[in-house]
């Protein structure tokens, strides 16, 4: 239209029209270009987060995500919207999974520097180096367990140097030493004071170790030259004799003898000082030993007299003991071999003494028993002794019980007999009882009871029948008027029929015994009598000497004498 009022001519109209065709022809073609280009796009981007996808998917070690088709469909655009939140969240537990790797391998680097002994070392994670193509659960399980194998080495190494270093603070503490000085000459780090992590590297394990066993090596050289010190101190006490307030400030040291290195753990217990002060003193006391020898000699001579004496066993000879003093006083005898072979003597003398104890014994029963006999032999000869007087009761209970103990020595004679001819014949020598062998002894004392008892029988045998009832008549009218009166006029039935079995077994024990048997039994074992004057001593009291506990048993036999034979 415009054209037709212009009267534009057709050949510019076409040419015009030409020209806007070919225009749109670009412009088509430019919109088709970016089209293309921007699917293309589209395809790429697609690809790439499909790709990225997998491979995030073979480095978590997964297989798929929950949620997600396995086939993509719709259009691209539809299919990039769909993959990009699933590809969002696995980069996200990519992040995740890798913080973990981070974590824990940073860990084990630390740990592994540690044990290393690396004083310094950076423990930021950005050093951290993780290996993206392998984040699995799989590889991180791995690296977990492998942290906490070193985690427990590493509490293993520290458990073992505070071991080490509670080591050195018992030893020091028993030793004297400073304990803070030597765990830092060992290591700084080791020292709480330090403020820092604790070296336990196999070097510093090493030198702990090797400065533990020093310092129980040095204890066991102190603890053996204490227990030296303390052995040399005990022989020295007890050879002189030391009393114990003088013993007592060395206690500490003669404690530490019956005890091993492991179980002293005292403080101070075996510092240099108390070394310094034994050995003070061991000196001192060997320099008091040589003048004091003489003293102890005396000592050990007079322990073993007592004991020689107390057994009545032989004791060394006077000139032997003189001769001893004189190598003494003039330094020819060696003072430990000296004291030595006392203490030999000593102890074999103390042996005897116990072999013969249960034979002296029986030696001191069998005298006592024979005093007993003489004294009732005295006592039968005495004509007055039914007479009523003062303390006759007494005198009439000890007679009963003193026949009742006289009775038993032959078996105890006997008895006494087999057992010293065992203790002979074991030991191969003579029993000497103060030097007079104890069978002859016994055999004399047979021979001489043999003899009173054939006396006893021979007197008996002269006896007329009639005797010992007129022995009786006399006994009973030698009482006074008095009491003779009030017998007569007691009743038949009343305590002179049964005064009369009484009276008549006291006056046959009184036919029984002999004047001439005091004598003979006086010869049996006077010289046991005279061996126990010349030690001064008496090994059993006077058989005259009653208990108080048989008075009580001695009034009832009065009560029942005074009821027959007194008013």
């Known amino acids: ?109 630390k740990i592994c520097a540690e044990i290393a002994g690396q004083s310094v070392y950076d423990d930021s994670i950005t050093n951290v180096i993780v290996n993206e193509n392998d984040l699995s659960l799989k590889k991180l399980d791995e690296y977990q367990i492998e942290l906490q194998r070193l985690c427990n080495e590493k509490n293993d190494r520290l458990q073992l140097v505070d071991t080490y270093i509670d080591t050195i603070h018992d030893l020091s503490s028993t030793l004297g030493m400073e304990s803070s000085m030597i765990i ?58 030391t009393p114990y307030k003088d013993r007592h400030p060395f206690s500490n040291v003669t404690d530490l003898l019956s005890l091993s290195s492991a179980e002293v753990s005292g403080h101070g217990s075996l510092t240099l000082n108390i070394i310094q002060q034994a050995e003070a003193e061991v000196k001192r006391l060997d320099q008091l030993k040589a003048s004091k020898m003489k003293e102890l000699f005396f000592k050990k ?9 107390k057994s009545h066993m032989e ?3 006077q ?36 072999s013969r104890k249960a034979i002296m014994e029986k030696v001191e029963r069998w005298m006592l028993a024979h ?67 104890l069978l002859a002894m016994l055999e004399e004392y047979n021979m001489s009871r043999q003899e009173r008892e054939e006396e006893k029988q021979r007197q008996r045998d002269k006896k007329v029948p009639g005797h010992a009832v007129a022995e009786q ?11 003779s009166r009030r017998l007569l006029n007691r009743s038949l039935t009343g305590s002179l029929s049964n005064a009369t079995p009484l009276n008549r077994r006291l006056s046959l024990c009184l036919q029984q015994l002999g004047t001439s048997s005091i004598n003979s039994a006086n010869q049996g074992i006077s ?11 008496r090994m059993f009291p006077r058989p005259d000497l009653i208990t108080s506990h048989l008075r009580d048993e001695a009034v009832s036999v009065v009560l029942s004498f005074s009821g027959t034979l007194s008013p």
């Open 1 to 109: 239209m415009i054209w037709d009022e212009v009267g534009k001519d057709q050949f510019e109209r076409e040419k015009v029209l030409h020209d806007l065709e070919q225009e749109c022809l670009e412009v088509y073609r430019r919109k088709v270009d970016s089209a293309n280009i921007s699917r293309a796009r589209l395809h790429q981007e697609l690809a790439e987060s499909e790709a990225e996808f997998t491979h995030l998917l073979l480095s978590l070690g997964e297989r798929s995500l929950p949620g997600r088709p396995e086939k993509m469909s719709g259009t691209l655009k539809e299919q990039l919207d769909a993959i990009t939140p699933a590809l969002r969240e696995m980069r996200l537990r990519k992040e995740q999974r890798m913080n973990q790797f981070r974590s824990v391998q940073g860990q084990i680097q």
């Open 184 to 241: 830092t000459k060992v290591h700084p780090t080791l020292n709480e004071l330090c403020g820092i992590s604790k070296n336990i590297s196999d070097s510093i394990l090493a030198k702990l170790n090797s400065t533990v066993e020093s310092l129980k090596e040095e204890k066991q050289t102190q603890l053996e030259k204490l227990h030296q010190l303390g052995k040399a101190l005990t022989n020295l006490w007890n050879l002189m004799g």
């Open 301 to 309: 001579q007079n322990e073993l007299d007592q004991i020689c004496s």
């Open 315 to 317: 004791i060394p000879s």
């Open 319 to 354: 000139p032997e003991m003189e001769n001893i003093i004189n190598l003494i006083n003039s330094g020819e005898i060696d003072h430990a071999d000296l004291l030595m072979s006392l203490d030999e003597k000593i102890s074999v003398a103390k042996e005897e003494a116990s």
């Open 371 to 437: 005093d007993e006999e003489l004294w009732l032999e005295e006592y039968s000869m005495d004509e007055n002794r039914y007479s009523v007087r003062r303390g006759a009761h007494k005198n009439l209970r000890r007679a009963e019980r003193a026949r009742v103990i006289v009775n038993k020595i032959p078996v105890l004679v006997a008895l006494l007999v087999a057992k010293t001819k065992s203790w002979e014949e074991e030991r191969n020598k003579i029993f000497l009882y103060d030097g007079v062998p």
């Open 473 to 483: 008549e006399n006994v009973v009218g030698s009482r006074p008027g008095t009491s």
């Open 527 to 537: 010289y046991i009598k005279e061996g126990r004057k010349m030690h001064g001593q």
